[in-house]
T-cell receptor
Framework: DAKTTQPTSMDCAEGRAANLPCNHS???????VYWYRQIHSQGPQYIIH?????ETNEMASLIITEDRKSSTLILPHATLRDTAVYYC????WGQGAQKLVFGQGTRLTINP | EAGVAQSPRYKIIEKRQSVAFWCNPI?????LYWYQQILGQGPKLLIQ????????DSQLPKDRFSAERLKGVDSTLKIQPAKLEDSAVYLC?????????????????FGEGSRLTVL
């Protein structure tokens, strides 16, 4: 699986949009970009995923650059409950073993 | 829908003792994963099952760790004997392989984890 690079930590004010970047310059054509988050003392939780088009769901938006070498997760109106570690992962979906390989993630702190 | 169930939530043992963790995945999920998460790090995959067969156990320290999923449903992860460096949260996750389902995102559903402290 391709490696990803994320900032170690970020801060964001409550009510503002939180933009979390991720670099995945060695991503393969059949690898998806997945985002998970882990709130303290809980297991990781799926947020969103995409292949090459931008995606939006009730939790977040995912913007993938045209060359697919980087992406940004956007939490449009961050709340205190969004404080968590956010993991950007690339993986093949639908072929063979589909393991998630977690990196260190970005520790996002939402400030009141 | 019931989530992934794990037990015990907390366990404290002394080094060289043994411990077992249990996981019951979401009903119908064919794939089950065990991850180890050391404090301050991201989760690391230990073993992945597809039904009752092992797909990937390349990161499992087989001299002391074992896992089974005999009937393709629930699973047990055992450590014997435990070392200090085994102190971690052990996370179980499951996923569905059914891509025909329109809502299948390939996501893994995680349990709350079992926190192990080895003294």
């Amino acid at each position: 699986d391709a490696k990803t690079t994320q900032p170690t930590s970020m801060d964001c004010a409550e009510g503002r949009a939180a933009n979390l970047p991720c670099n995945h310059s060695t991503i393969s054509g059949n690898e998806y970009v997945y985002w998970y988050r882990q709130i303290h003392s809980q297991g990781p939780q799926y947020i969103i995923h995409g292949l090459k088009n931008n995606e939006t769901n009730e939790m977040a938006s995912l913007i993938i650059t045209e060359d697919r070498k980087s992406s940004t997760l956007i939490l449009p109106h961050a709340t205190l409950r969004d404080t968590a570690v956010y993991y950007c992962i690339v993986r093949v979906w639908g072929q063979g073993a589909q393991k998630l390989v977690f990196g260190q993630g970005t520790r996002l702190t939402i400030n009141p | 829908e019931a989530g992934v169930a794990q037990s015990p939530r907390y366990k404290i043992i002394e080094k060289r003792q043994s411990v077992a963790f249990w996981c019951n995945p979401i009903s119908g999920h064919a794939t089950l994963y065990w991850y180890q998460q050391i404090l301050g790090q991201g989760p690391k995959l230990l073993i992945q099952f597809q039904n009752n067969g092992v797909v990937d156990d390349s990161q499992l320290p087989k001299d002391r760790f074992s896992a089974e999923r005999l009937k393709g449903v629930d699973s047990t992860l055992k450590i014997q004997p435990a070392k200090l460096e085994d102190s971690a949260v052990y996370l179980c996750a499951s996923s569905s392989q059914n891509r025909r389902a329109g809502t299948n995102t390939g996501e893994l559903f995680f349990g709350e984890g079992s926190r192990l402290t080895v003294l």
